[in-house]
Every structure is written in C-alpha cells, then in structure tokens.
C-alpha cells in the first residue's frame, strides 16, 4: 500500500532533475555541485557521528573522518588565507548564530544591514522572528544605506556611532547581505568599530566564492574579526557553513558551535566541502572572474533593453547579482511567476524604497538574479544577451510563455555539464539512481 507513495517520491524527484536540467536558473543564493561533491555527500560520512573536534572525539570510528575534517580546516585557512577554520557549522544561518554567541550577550546591541536594504532574516528583528533578536535576543539598529551607490553610507555611519549614548553603542557589527552588490566598507569603518570595541563580523554567505578567488573583497585584512558564510552559494560546497578568524578567537568559536551550536555536523556535508575547497583553490579565481563578467554583461544587456538596473552609477554589479526595479512594467511576485512559467527562475526582492512606497515582500519592486549557477554550466557573455532577451520577452513584451519555454529549454540543451571541476563523468542535473 505504501509502495505508490514511495514511487511517487522517486518520480517528484526525478521530475525536479528534468525542469531544472531544461529551465535557466538564476537564483542568486543557489549553484550546481560537481559530480566529485555529490559523490562525497553520498558516502557512509552521511550516517556517522563525530561531536567535537578531530582527535578529541565522542565517538569512536573517526579515524578517516578525523583525517579528512583536518584536512578541510587547512584547506579553507588556505582558501581565505586565515589562522583559524571552524568547519563544523552546518548552515549559513547557524554560523551567524554560532557568532552572536561567542561574542555577544543577550539583550546586546549588533548594527547591520537593514532587511530592506538586503540584510538577511538571520541578522533581523525579534519583531520579524529574525534569529538575532529572536533566537538571540540581540537588539538591531541599522547601517545607514545610500540607494544611489547602493552601500552602507560611511560618513553617516562614523556619524551615528560618534553621537551614541554610552548604553546604544553596538557590541556587534555585522556586515554582509543578501542584496549585494557591491564591496562593503569594511576598512572604511574598522577604525572607528575598534575605537568603541565593536566586534566586526562579515556575512559573506553570497560572497564567499568571489572572495575565495580574490576579486571582491578580503574582509579578514580589511579589519572584520570574524567571517561566517555559506558554503554553497558562490563557493562550489554542499550546503553548509564556515567560520573563519584569528587564534586569538578560536576557543571562543570552538565552543559555541560544539556544543552549543551543533551535536553532529553533517560529516558527509564536510568531507563534500573538503573537495570543494580544493575546487576551489584550483578553479576558484578564474571562476569569480567570469562570474562578474557575466553578471556586468547581463545587467547592461538588461539595461539596454529599457529595464532600471540598480547601481547604475556604479556600473551595476561587482558581483554575482543583478537586481532590476521592475516596478513599471509589473511587480516582483507577478514578474517572478510569470518567469517561472517559462522556465526562468529568479527571485522576487525587496529594494530600497519599497516599504515606503506600500511595497510588501509578496510583491515587491524588485526582482534579484544571480549568474554563479549558469556560469558553472558554461555559459558566457553571448549567453548572457541572449537570457537578458529572453526575460525581456517574458517581462515588457509580454509573450506567451509556452513560446519562451520552449525557446529555454532548446538554448539549455548545450549546457548539461559541470565545469571548472576536476571530473565531468555525471551531468549537471542527471538523476543518479543506486537503489
Ligand atoms: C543565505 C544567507 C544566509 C543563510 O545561509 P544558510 O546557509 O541558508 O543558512 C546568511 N546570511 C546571508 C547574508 C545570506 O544571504
């Protein structure tokens, strides 16, 4: 009787390989892994335990486990060029918390980037159950952010941090955010968040795989403490995440994320981003390269078609995202679903402004795409025009989007394979059966 439904979920599953195998996959949080990844993340690591760190163990059975997870630690302080790795925290989300709990009490103040502006949830409000205030108990205050250069106002931050009350002063800074487009200030306002011994965390969840091949940023020299990331974003890993920092902080990282943060930590999870860290350290710089490229020529091909391209001034993207006010022609939820219908997945985006406008998350002025994924396949600055025409199709002229569909899924055929990885065997979207 439950043989259907267990057929069933195999045949979800496999239906989900064939759209995204057939569709443009533009979500700027998301990549594709190689073959070498997904077959670590499938190895027996997947059903082990090893609480605690290498060599000092809970559990038995670690030998291999303890040799690769010491492995990964020294391949990721090689990476971003850090004194200290903690590999272990297994999202994005647990790295930050894993931050605010080694270094910040509850009821603590942390300055960061407002949600509006591109700050994540996991930086937010009690109010918006962000997992700051709510999980953590921090209270938010918020960067000053100028829309034009779309950053962090740097005049208007030293500004505001002079003319704190001693009890407003932050504990925590916290950089870094899910719209990000251009570098963040980091050495800019170090100086002054020492002066008031405010720790500098930087968020490079989106940007770890840029910053990895050295053509964003590098916050650890510029003055951040601590850096915390996910690993799947623009970095080639599995998902996951990382924490990376100096000696002097180690300790108290190592026991806020075991065991406060993490029991197990996902081990398969770790041996996958051991493999791609050493992607990394092989492919990693040429990959951020042309992941910018892309990104410039997809927001001026957009710009050119007659769409409000944020950053303009600064030349729209240092980044892996576009992000398109879309706001005269639709809203983001309606363009959102209307590109998905044709097999053209981006996502809906709050911007700066929208909240003032009566704008709401469900439909927002805004529309975010990112190009780590389609870079990963291949796809280069042709391409690029050629997927800025066709959203052009879908989002101000309006056609059919069966017609665009089919038009995607015939320009997707080229691209089937992972590339900057060592092994090409497996396709990008094949459906590995072993059962
Ligand atoms: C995606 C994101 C996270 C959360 O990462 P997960 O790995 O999904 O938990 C944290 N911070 C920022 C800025 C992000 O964009």
């Not at 407002?114 to 108990?137: M, Q």
């Not at 251009?182 to 795989?209: C, M, Q, R, T, W």
Request: glycine share 8%.
């Amino acid at each position: 009787m439950y043989k259907e439904k267990y057929k069933k979920i195999f045949s979800l599953l496999e239906n989900h390989n064939d759209f995204f195998s057939n569709s443009i996959p533009l979500i700027a949080s998301e990549n594709i892994t190689s073959p070498a990844v997904r077959e670590a993340t499938i190895s027996d690591f997947a059903n082990r335990y090893a609480e605690g760190w290498p060599g000092e163990r809970v559990y038995a059975g670690c030998e291999y486990i303890d040799q690769v997870e010491l492995e990964c630690a020294k391949l990721a302080k090689e990476l971003y060029n850090a004194e200290f790795a903690d590999v272990r925290p297994i999202s994005g989300v647990v790295s930050n918390l894993i931050i605010y709990s080694a270094f910040t009490l509850p009821g603590d103040i942390m300055i960061c980037m407002p949600i509006s502006s591109g700050g994540h949830i996991s930086h937010g409000k009690k109010e918006y159950s962000g997992t700051a205030g709510l999980v953590h108990g921090l209270n938010i205050d918020s960067f000053p952010f100028d829309k034009v250069n779309m950053n962090i106002d740097i005049d208007k931050t030293i500004h505001k941090i002079k003319k704190l009350e001693q009890d407003k002063i932050p504990k925590l800074s916290m950089f870094g955010g899910s719209l990000f487009l251009f570098p963040h200030p980091v050495k800019e306002l170090s100086e002054i968040f020492k002066e008031y011994n405010i720790h500098i965390n930087y968020d490079a969840a989106h940007v770890a795989g840029l910053i990895a091949g050295k053509q964003f940023q590098d916050p650890l020299r510029e003055g951040a403490d601590t850096m915390t990331m996910s690993t799947h974003k623009t970095l080639f890993g599995p998902q996951g995440g990382l924490i990376l920092s100096y000696d002097k902080f180690a300790e108290k990282i190592k026991k806020a994320t075991f065991p406060g943060l993490t029991s197990n930590h996902h081990i398969h999870h770790m041996a996958a981003k051991t493999i791609a860290f050493i992607e990394s350290l092989e492919f990693g710089s040429i990959y951020a390269k042309d992941i910018i490229e892309n990104a410039k020529m997809l927001a001026c091909s957009l710009n050119e078609f007659g769409f409000d391209v944020l950053g303009e001034k600064n030349g729209f993207t240092k980044s892996h995202q576009v992000v398109v006010d879309i706001s005269k022609y639709s809203d983001g939820g309606k363009a959102e679903k209307e590109l998905e219908k044709s097999n053209i997945i981006v996502n809906r985006q709050l911007i700066p402004g929208d909240i003032k406008a009566g704008r709401n998350y469900l439909h927002p002025g805004g529309i975010r795409i990112g190009v780590s994924e389609i870079t990963r396949l291949g796809m280069k600055k042709s391409e690029m025009k050629q997927i800025a025409e066709f959203i052009k199709n879908v989002i101000i002229d309006k056609k059919e989007s069966v017609k665009i569909q089919n038009k995607v899924k015939m320009f997707r055929n080229d691209f089937q394979k992972v590339k900057y990885c060592f092994d090409d065997k497996t396709k990008a979207y094949e459906y590995i059966k072993i059962k």
